[in-house]
């Protein structure tokens, strides 16, 4: 179904706001490439790691397990993320909302249940 012209027209200030936010954005990456230093040495081309000594290559392979741990954070918390509308509409939604926000947790618990089991949150 189009949307008629006064409907289109509410959407006009996001929109705006997301041109002066993107000509923002590159207005301030262009004007420090264009002011900014281009003097390279040889101390300014060194890895610097919060004022510790490089130690080693950092290539070095290490457990997966850290990246795991770091995906299912970001996964579990963009769900929790979903519940808070829930919260805030809690008493409008009724009934429904109510089942509804169980079947989800449900299914949260299913998925967190599943990777207790394949202990993937298990470190050796």
């Not at 101390?43 to 770091?70: D, H, M, W």
Request: positive net charge; contains cysteine; aromatic residues 16%.
């Amino acid at each position: 179904m189009l949307l008629s012209v006064s409907q289109s027209l509410d959407y006009l200030p996001i929109v705006l706001m997301f041109i002066v936010a993107l000509g923002f954005v590159a207005l301030v990456m262009g004007v420090t490439h264009w002011m900014g230093p281009r003097r390279k040495t040889k101390v300014k081309l060194e890895t610097f790691e919060c004022g510790i000594e490089v130690q080693g290559n950092a290539r070095t392979p290490f457990s997966i397990k850290y990246f795991l741990v770091a995906i299912l954070f970001v996964l579990f918390d963009v769900e929790v993320i979903f519940m808070y509308p829930w919260a805030v509409n809690f008493k409008s939604l009724g009934l429904l909302g109510i089942i509804e926000m169980f079947s989800f947790i449900a299914v949260f618990l299913v998925g967190f249940f599943y990777i207790l089991k394949k202990g993937a949150l298990k470190w050796e």
